[in-house]
């Protein structure tokens, strides 16, 4: 079965430092894609960046960048030069490579930003 | 464009109602997700429709129940309501299955049993 282990419930940065939340993943399908999402305390989630499995580079979304190891099924999210507005609910996601796979979170973990 | 938008925003009803909740997705998404999520349990899958049709369901009673329109507005009930199903609701839609397909998320609706 697919899984998705976030160990930190919570972290704290300095506002300006750099932050990296970890993640790993359990699948045995080939092809999947990772996903990283943003949850503000109003509620919505929002898409912050996207790996694919078969992907050689790692994604970079602005100051978003993820860590991709695929022998380690590891898909850290590396925040840079964070900012107060960071501070969130961060979750990451899995969809596996079955037509009708459904989207899988992990149970998240809550930056909070230091000024 | 438009993003995925949840009615109501907001719900108080009382433990033995029912309760109906709307998403409507971004135009040309035909995929739409609802997850049920707790401060205990997390984001929990409740089913997913696209075009019309149930493709996967969680593990949730019959009490939860959902629904497809042909314009891909989706909608969920839940019917005699207890305690425990107070949660943010939120609905996703995608524009299909698929790996490289995440989800856009609504602003959820936030019920509330008492």
């Known amino acids: 079965a697919q899984k998705i282990t976030q160990t930190q419930p919570g972290m704290f940065v300095q506002e300006k430092e750099a932050v990296t939340l970890d993640c790993t993943y359990d699948?045995?399908?080939?092809?999947?894609?990772l996903f990283w999402y943003k949850q503000p305390s109003s509620g919505e989630m929002i898409f912050l960046i996207y790996?694919?499995?078969?992907?050689?580079q790692n994604a970079t979304e602005g100051r978003y960048s993820l860590n991709f190891q695929k022998a380690r099924k590891s898909a850290n999210l590396v925040i840079s030069a964070s900012q107060l507005g960071d501070s969130a609910m961060y979750f990451c996601?899995?969809?596996?490579?079955?037509?009708?796979?459904?989207?899988?979170f992990g149970p998240g973990t809550s930056l909070s930003v230091i000024p | 464009k438009a993003g995925v938008t949840q009615t109501p925003r907001y719900l108080i009803k009382t433990r033995g109602q029912q309760v109906t909740l709307s998403c409507s997705p971004i135009?040309?998404?035909?995929?739409v997700s609802w997850y049920q999520q707790t401060p205990g349990q997390g984001l929990q899958f409740l089913f997913e429709y696209f075009s019309e049709t149930q493709r996967n369901k969680g593990n949730f009673p019959g009490r939860f129940s959902g629904r497809q329109f042909s314009n891909s507005r989706s909608e969920m009930n839940v019917s005699t309501l207890e305690l425990g199903d107070s949660a943010l609701y939120l609905c996703?839609?995608?524009?299909?299955?698929?790996?490289?397909?995440?989800?856009?998320f609504g602003s959820g609706t936030r019920l509330t049993v008492v």
């Open positions: 996703a839609s995608s524009f299909a299955s698929g790996v490289s397909y995440g989800y856009t």
């Open positions: 790996q694919g499995s078969y992907d050689q």
């Open positions: 996601a899995m969809r596996g490579g079955t037509s009708y796979d459904k989207v899988i």
């Open positions: 699948t045995s399908d080939p092809s999947y894609g």
């Open positions: 135009s040309g998404h035909r995929s």
